[in-house]
């Protein structure tokens, strides 16, 4: 990894939240100060950051998995077990990227009769841009496939309604902090993406979708399914949800190294991670030479991962932010000036 970067704690929490969501401050008391200060040291430092891994012929992997922080338990090419396969390091969205796919469609006013067929729809779009995409299971009950942003999407569908104050007001955070002033293509392209804001139609399409959508058979299993007919890597968590952080990383081909948090905090703390720069290569990938198609997918993505967290937690997780060090604008050489002989 060359890329030099900061890492920034921007909120304390999050202004939304479940009261029996997963519980961030309570994890991180029950872990103890020590423990936390460990974390939080790691969080800070180099290490934090890994590169995504690259295949057998040195590419980085272009598919992507799930932000939860838990353990991986058996990793799967569709429904067939990898045995004696290397866990390997992929970007990371909330849900894999179909979930940010159907994001992007539900906030372009693009989404299909169902939520379930929109999933699908999402699906289809990433095979016919060639853009991998992997996601999660873990323990689950009936119909539910162990993904929190795939069971639950049709309370987060809601919640961007419910929520849309806040989640304007995290956005608009996120627009002065996200954002590196460096001249790398990386950040060039991130502040192109929030440069125009189109929150009011993402979140007048996110209603009326929920609305459309009320009471209409759901199963997260169904989604999963789809994902793993696609013959997708597809990781099994185990253990119960102990993120007591949330780490947003905008540098480019690298990722959260959550195993490395789960060992120095001695399995007692987690973090979610999401790599900005994923959404940022799905939006760029799936649109093309639109910008204006590519910005409405990227915050209709950011908005849907504030959604999960809005659903999933009760909103007592500080959050970080990873970005690429700030370089100043270089000054032009100056031609000699030419004197008379």
């Known amino acids: 990894m060359d890329t030099e970067f900061v890492v920034e704690k921007i909120a304390d929490d999050l202004p939304f939240g479940q009261a029996d969501g997963i519980a961030g401050d309570k994890i991180a008391e029950a872990a103890g100060l020590e423990v936390m200060g460990r974390v939080d040291t790691l969080i800070t430092s180099p290490a934090i950051l890994v590169d995504v891994d690259t295949d057998s012929e040195g590419r980085m992997l272009d598919d992507d998995g799930c932000g939860d ?4 338990a058996l990793i799967k090419r569709g429904r067939n ?8 390091h992929r970007a990371k969205v909330f849900g894999g990227g179909s979930t940010m796919a159907m ?20 699906i289809d779009a990433l095979e016919d841009g060639e853009i991998d995409f992997g996601a999660h299971t873990g323990h689950a009950e009936d119909g539910s496939c162990g993904c929190g942003a795939i069971d639950k999407a049709p309370a ?25 002033k460096s001249q790398d293509g990386a950040a060039a392209g991130l502040g192109a993406l929030l440069a125009d804001n189109h929150l009011s139609d993402i979140f007048k399409n996110f209603q009326a979708f929920s609305a459309k959508t009320a009471g209409q058979e759901y199963r997260g299993k169904t ?30 081909g690298t990722t959260v190294n959550q195993g490395l948090v789960h060992e120095v905090s001695d399995g007692k703390a987690d973090v979610f ?31 849907y ?8 937690t009760n909103g007592k997780l ?24």
Not at 69 to 72: E, F, I
Not at 161 to 176: H, P
Not at 327 to 334: F, N
């Open 305 to 312: 991962t504030l959604s999960v967290a809005a659903i999933l």
């Open 69 to 72: 922080g838990r353990v991986t």
């Open 156 to 180: 987060m569908v809601g919640a961007v309604g419910t929520y849309a104050e806040q989640i304007e007001g995290v956005v608009e955070l996120l627009k002065d902090k996200l954002v590196s």
């Open 273 to 303: 991670a999401v790599d900005v720069w994923r959404l940022q290569d799905l939006a760029e990938r799936l649109h093309p030479d639109d910008i204006t198609k590519q910005q409405r997918a990227f915050q209709s993505m950011v908005v």
């Open 103 to 122: 994001a992007d469609l539900v906030g372009s006013d693009r989404a299909a009769g169902t939520l379930s067929e929109t999933f699908g729809k999402a």
């Open 223 to 252: 989604v999963m399914d789809q994902i793993a007919g696609e013959g997708k890597i597809i990781k099994d968590l185990e253990g119960g949800h102990l993120e007591a952080r949330i780490i947003l990383n905008c540098v480019r």
């Open 81 to 88: 077990v990898l045995r004696n396969s290397v866990n390997k």
């Open 318 to 341: 500080p959050v970080y932010v990873v970005r690429p060090v700030e370089e100043p604008a270089r000054t032009p050489e100056r031609e000699p000036e030419l004197t008379a002989a």
